[in-house]
């Protein structure tokens, strides 16, 4: 039998690691291609 996923007071699922990583990466991209972050600072 496997354990709950596990939730806050209010019934909604916790944020896990994995997509908070897909979803810094994401806005990383995003500023990035906008022109927010210069391009030299990216290795």
Known sequence: MSEPEP????GTRILNEDWAATILGLVLLIL??????PTG???
């Not at 939730?7 to 209010?10: E, L, N, P």
């Not at 990035?32 to 972050?37: A, K, L, N, P, R």
Request: hydrophobic letters at 45%; proline letters at 8%; a neutral charge.
């Open 41 to 43: 600072l990216v290795p």
């Open 32 to 37: 990035i291609i906008t022109g927010v972050i």
């Open 7 to 10: 939730t806050t007071g209010g």
